[in-house]
């Protein structure tokens, strides 16, 4: 196998890549090898030696704990779960909540086999017993994966002196009502709240 076909397998594997967008995309690398590629090889030799797991939260740093958790400026009695790094770095970016995070690693699914020991729920029940925390934040996906991961981690929850919440579920600001799934209508009638 040529360099060139590596490169496209490997860009392939990548998502939101197929075969045809990793040959455009490696065709594109090679061209501006010096400007693109290069540099490109080096961020990612970089990133494979220098970035790991906060093995306080599970976020992906360059340093343990990550910057996320030593941040002195945040709520500390605030902990928002979610299910990846993704949707870790996606709260982020709305720069609203300023407490900290705890990454399970995925969501409970008996079809999947992953149970309650695949995934981080004992290192967030020992983080909120922690006498600081005030309120766990369950940002689960809407999914029944993702509900089902909610509802144990509530019940592993029961016996900590903590808030247990979760976000809101319903029409999304500038959402039109005819375009909307039947489920998240309903979700926004069961949780509907005075204007």
């Not at 704990?65 to 709520?75: E, K, L, Q």
Request: include cysteine; hydrophobic fraction near 40%; aromatic fraction near 2%.
């Amino acid at each position: 196998m040529s360099d060139i076909d590596q490169l496209i397998q490997l860009l392939a594997k990548l998502p939101g890549l197929g075969p045809r967008s990793a040959r455009r995309a490696a065709l594109h690398l090679i061209k501006r090898r010096e400007s693109l590629l290069v540099p490109l090889t080096g961020a990612l030799e970089d990133a494979a030696r220098n970035i790991r797991a906060c093995s306080t939260c599970g976020n992906l740093d360059t340093r343990d704990p990550c910057a996320i958790c030593t941040d002195a400026r945040r709520n500390e009695a605030l902990i928002c779960v979610v299910e990846d790094v993704a949707d870790l770095w996606a709260l982020e970016r709305t720069a609203v909540f300023r407490g900290r995070y705890h990454v399970l690693g995925g969501t409970l699914s008996a079809l999947d086999g992953i149970g309650p020991e695949d995934l981080n729920i004992q290192g967030l029940v020992a983080r909120a017993r922690a006498s600081e925390v005030r309120e766990v934040i369950l940002a689960t996906s809407a999914t029944v994966d993702g509900q089902t991961t909610a509802h144990y981690i509530t019940d592993r929850l029961a016996d900590c002196s903590v808030i247990v919440s979760g976000l809101a579920h319903g029409v999304p600001v500038g959402g039109e009502l005819d375009y909307l799934d039947d489920g998240t209508l309903s979700a926004a009638l069961k949780a509907r709240r005075p204007v």
